[in-house]
Structure formats: structure tokens, C-alpha cells
């Protein structure tokens, strides 16, 4: 559907509500693959987001893209400021929509 922006996330039910906030999104279904980096790598994304879970697998997942993507796709990874929040899933749109601005002005 030339998607040219797209959120990558680490399960389903977190892609779910990325696409019911209206962003586009992807489950890795934990840790990046090697040919789930690949499809993206030879995608029509130019814009990734990245909102793994805020805890230590999160981090190693966003590590793990950032270092694995062409240098063309711009990277954005999404921290959740929030205490208490870990995932999407704990998130309401307001809040979601802070994430992505917050982490878009620290490019």
C-alpha cells in the first residue's frame, strides 16, 4: 500500500493498538530476525519507529534494528517516559502521541 512510515513492536496485541491509535505497525514477535530485517531492508519504508517493550529485551531489540538497517531508513526509537507504562498496551492515544513527538524532536 506504499507504507513509507511504519512502527516496529515487539508482539501482536502491541501492533493491534498501534493500528487502532492509526499508525501503521509491525510485530516482531520478539527479537528481530534476521529476514524480518531483510523485508524491511528491501521495503518502501524510509521511516521506522521502533517501540519495544520498556525493559532490558526491549532495549536489546532496538540495538539489535538500529544496528541491522540500511543508514538510508531513518530510525526513530520511542522511549516511553511514562512511569509505570511498559508497553503500548499501557498507553492511551494522548500518551501515544506524546511518545512519538517527544522521541521525533530528539532526532
Do not use: H
Not at 500500500?1 to 516482531?28: H, K, R
Not at 538510508?72 to 511518545?99: A, G, R, S, T
Amino acid at each position: 500500500e506504499n507504507i513509507q512510515t511504519c512502527m516496529l513492536v515487539e508482539s501482536q496485541i502491541d501492533a493491534l493498538t498501534a493500528w487502532g491509535y492509526g499508525f501503521p505497525c509491525c510485530a516482531t514477535m520478539g527479537r528481530p530476525s534476521p529476514n524480518q530485517i531483510k523485508l524491511i531492508n528491501n521495503s518502501g519504508i524510509r521511516v521506522l519507529y521502533t517501540m519495544f517493550d520498556n525493559d532490558y529485551w526491549g532495549e536489546q531489540f532496538t540495538d539489535i534494528v538500529n544496528k541491522s538497517l540500511r543508514k538510508d531508513i531513518l530510525v526513530i526509537n520511542v522511549k516511553i517516559p511514562f512511569k509505570n507504562k511498559k508497553d503500548i498496551n499501557d498507553l492511551d492515544k494522548i500518551e501515544f502521541y506524546k511518545c512519538l513527538e517527544l522521541s521525533s524532536n530528539n532526532i
